[in-house]
């Protein structure tokens, strides 16, 4: 993204000073996942792939996140 000012023919909307902590709080957190994403890749350029028996099969991964997104969310009735 660019450090410059916009435009002065396009004005921009200023965000209250709560949300524009949230959206740099949000920033912070992408940009901290993307920082390990991409050391995962180098780890995987260096080494190469890990072995089949020190990985996790993707179902139990994704059985593990279900559970933790229904924990999350209140029971229907």
């Known amino acids: 993204?660019?450090?410059q000012p916009a435009l002065a023919d396009h004005a921009r909307q200023q965000?209250?000073?709560a949300a524009a902590d949230a959206?740099?709080?949000y920033a912070a957190k992408t940009r901290a996942?993307?920082?390990q994403f991409a050391?995962?890749?180098e780890d995987i350029a260096t080494n190469g792939l890990p072995?089949?028996?020190d990985c996790t099969?993707?179902?139990e991964l994704r059985e593990a996140h279900l559970a933790r997104l229904a924990a999350q969310r209140?029971?229907?009735a």
């Open 1 to 3: 993204m660019s450090e």
């Open 15 to 17: 965000l209250e000073p």
């Open 23 to 25: 959206v740099r709080a």
């Open 33 to 35: 996942q993307a920082d």
């Open 39 to 41: 050391a995962v890749l």
């Open 51 to 53: 072995s089949v028996e």
């Open 57 to 59: 099969p993707w179902e």
């Open 74 to 76: 209140p029971a229907v």
